[in-house]
């Protein structure tokens, strides 16, 4: 099962920030939070990951609680082609197995 | 740097039949993982190889397998097709180090359908 909680859906308006909350209260000490999104019917698309410092890339910043058992993704200008489910996992240091949930349908309106 | 390639994209087949589906990852990526996604579960973990070895695999029946090869390309093949199986099956490829492990990054996945 997944170890993540999102809400199933969110709206934004283009050109606003999008902030896509995740709960992991179970998460353990050498686990990271992933994220992922899928526009339809593509594969699934890494966006960024961390530990506990936030952490910023081309595509988002992370930014994980203090406690770690929360985290938010933030698109800082989003776009039409923004609009996807977001997934966030919880995944071990080592080890490729991705436990999906249902993530968040993410809608960016004009 | 050419991404995840998956082949064939689209795929039909009947009912009893089998079927292989082939992934060639990003160049220098030796691990392969394969997902399944359907409407009703979501995206469920099939297996992942990692030099020539299945090193994890997912709650999947027997039906399914895989392979990976030695330049890490990899199939995996479904037996005995069921109604159930139509889904898109998606592949993706990582690097692998002992500190841990990297990002993983999807193909386009093959869409099959099972009539």
């Known amino acids: 099962d997944a170890k993540t909680t999102q809400p199933p859906s969110m709206d934004c308006a283009e050109g606003r920030a999008a902030n896509l909350p995740c709960n992991h209260s179970?998460?353990?000490?050498?686990?990271?939070v992933y994220w992922y999104r899928q526009i339809h019917s593509q594969g699934p698309q890494y966006i960024i990951h961390?530990?506990?410092n936030n952490e910023t890339n081309e595509m988002a910043s992370l930014i994980i609680t203090e406690d770690r058992k929360s985290s938010t993704l933030i698109l800082p200008h989003a776009t039409l082609r923004d609009t996807a489910v977001y997934y966030c996992?919880?995944?071990?240091?080592?080890?490729?197995?991705?436990?999906f949930g249902a993530g968040t349908i993410l809608r960016v309106k004009s | 740097k050419a991404g995840v390639t998956q082949t064939p994209r689209y795929l039909i087949k009947t009912r009893g039949q089998q079927v292989t589906l082939s992934c060639s990852p990003i160049?220098?990526?030796?691990?392969v993982s394969w997902y399944q996604q359907t409407p009703g579960q979501g995206l469920q973990f099939l297996f992942e190889y990692f030099s020539e070895t299945q090193r994890n695999k997912g709650n999947f029946p027997g039906r399914f397998s895989g392979r990976q090869f030695s330049n890490s390309r990899s199939e995996m093949n479904v037996s005995t097709l069921e109604l159930g199986d139509s889904a898109l099956y998606l592949c993706?490829?990582?690097?692998?180090?002992?500190?841990?492990?990297?990002?993983?990054?999807f193909g386009p996945g093959t869409r099959l359908t099972v009539t």
């Open positions: 160049s220098g990526h030796r691990s």
């Open positions: 961390g530990l506990k």
């Open positions: 993706a490829s990582s690097l692998v180090a002992r500190q841990g492990s990297y990002e993983q990054y």
């Open positions: 996992i919880v995944r071990a240091k080592y080890g490729n197995k991705l436990v």
């Open positions: 179970t998460i353990s000490g050498n686990e990271y």
